[in-house]
């Protein structure tokens, strides 16, 4: 159950340096991954909200398999409540009064369903408990959890699994994919981290100051050109690198004390590998 996603939206912002319209454009075909990547305040957040349906586009147009979702000449706007998706924005904005298994029964889990999901994302202890005795992490694992309970054709995540520790994010990273083995849903998502971009997307959208400047698949977007051994990413604070090596990325503890900025090439140092 997926569906393919187009649209021509535009939306005015205010940024650092004053006004000015965001302008995208583009399709995701039914079942494939979209990346949006770029740095922090390039509208990867508001693309999002205009796809779910939280922030109304000043123009333009939005189709979602059948569906005109939006449609500023026909004055079309359908509610956020009326879109069958699944959203994770930044804040999880769990019901406060629910517990974890309340919240995905709540978003259409069967009982069945909802223990499944709480297994997958590794808190079926707290399936008693109500957010404000979750960490944030198990917080945010919920969100998604939640997403996925609609079991929709399109899923809407914004930086699902920054929160998490590394370990943890591969396990979930290899589940996200899974499901959408399973149940094919379209899947767009906005991530900060090229590693996770090369493992979960079909296709990567580098967005900067609200328009697409570059489209292509990750491998190309952030990989290509970058030479055997040379550091793509920092993560946790620069303490591990995301390392190019011929096509693929491989994730590595930083060397005491080297400088391993990104665009560095780093010797591999086996004894220091992640997974
Ligand atoms: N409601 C709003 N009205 C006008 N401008 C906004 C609004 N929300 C955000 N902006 C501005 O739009 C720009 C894009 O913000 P957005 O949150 O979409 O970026 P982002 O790429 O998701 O960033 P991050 O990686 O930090 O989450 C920023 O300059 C921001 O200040």
Redesign the pocket.
């Known amino acids: 159950m997926s569906a393919a996603v187009s649209f021509s939206l535009q939306l005015?912002?205010?940024?650092?340096a004053g006004p000015y319209t965001?302008q995208v454009e583009g399709t995701v075909a039914a079942g494939h991954t979209l990346a949006?990547y770029?740095?922090?305040?390039?509208?990867?957040?508001?693309?999002?909200?205009m796809l779910c349906g939280l922030?109304t586009p000043a123009a333009g147009w939005l189709q979602v398999g059948d569906a005109r979702w939006f449609d500023a000449e026909r004055q079309a706007h359908v509610p956020a409540q009326a879109r069958h998706i699944g959203v994770q924005m930044?804040q999880p904005a769990l019901f406060p009064h629910l517990n974890a298994l309340q919240q995905l029964r709540f978003a259409g889990a069967s009982h069945a369903e909802a223990h499944l999901l709480l297994d997958m994302m590794e808190l079926s202890t707290l399936a008693g408990s109500k957010p404000a005795r979750l960490s944030g992490g198990q917080q945010q694992r919920l969100a998604l959890a939640r997403a996925l309970a609609r079991k929709a054709p399109l899923l809407l995540l914004?930086?699902p699994l920054s929160a998490q520790d590394s370990a943890l994010r591969l396990r979930l990273q290899d589940r996200l994919r899974e499901q959408q083995r399973a149940h094919g849903f379209t899947l767009i998502v906005?991530s900060?981290e090229p590693a996770e971009i090369v493992r979960l997307a079909d296709e990567v959208w580098q967005?900067d100051g609200?328009q697409i400047v570059a489209r292509g698949t990750p491998a190309e977007r952030l990989l290509q050109g970058a030479p055997h051994g040379t550091v793509i990413a920092q993560e946790q604070d620069g303490r591990v690198l995301v390392i190019a090596i011929g096509g693929g990325v491989l994730r590595m503890r930083a060397p005491a004390g080297a400088d391993c900025l990104p665009g560095t090439r780093m010797a591999i140092d086996a004894t220091r590998l992640l997974p």
Do not use: N, V, Y
């Open positions: 005015p912002l205010h940024g650092p965001m949006l770029g740095p922090s305040g390039a509208g990867k957040t508001s693309l999002l909200r922030t930044q914004d930086e906005a900060h967005l609200g």
